[in-house]
């Protein structure tokens, strides 16, 4: 029997598509208060990934100074899906099944201020309360 190949394209189109779409659906001021993270609701304190959902709200409604309130880090993880979202679609358009490479200066250039918010994050929500 022959296997089946991933399309990473298709699934990369509709996953980042589809969160941007949905926080395009949702309206933006009824969802601040909304708080979908598992952690926070075993543990009654922010996770350092807490607020991106709000945040791609936000931010799909061109409320930046909201979405950073929400989570510094949802603009680069939105910037991201963008990014993802309109390579796979160039690459559909291609007839590819496949993504292609990120260059390796504009990957490094969004990681290390990723991995840095997202420390920042993890020191002020994690340590700060737990451990401190």
Not at 38 to 46: A, D, K, M, R
Not at 69 to 88: D, K, Q
Not at 103 to 115: D, E, F, H, Q
Request: aromatic share 14%; hydrophobic share 50%; proline share 6%.
């Amino acid at each position: 029997m022959k296997r089946e190949v991933v399309n990473h394209a298709s699934l990369t189109a509709a996953v980042t598509g589809g969160a941007l779409i949905v926080s395009a659906i949702l309206p933006h001021g009824e969802v601040d208060g909304m708080k979908l993270c598992p952690i926070f609701h075993l543990t009654g304190h922010e996770c350092p990934f807490c607020g991106m959902s709000r945040g791609f709200v936000a931010i799909t409604h061109l409320d930046i100074p909201r979405a950073i309130e929400f989570n510094p880090g949802s603009p680069l993880i939105y910037g991201a899906f963008v990014y993802m979202f309109w390579g796979s679609v160039q690459a559909l358009r291609e007839g590819e099944t496949a993504l292609k490479p990120v260059k390796r200066k504009l990957y490094y250039s969004w990681l290390i201020p990723t991995i840095l918010v997202f420390l920042f994050m993890f020191y002020q929500r994690v340590i700060k309360v737990f451990f401190l």
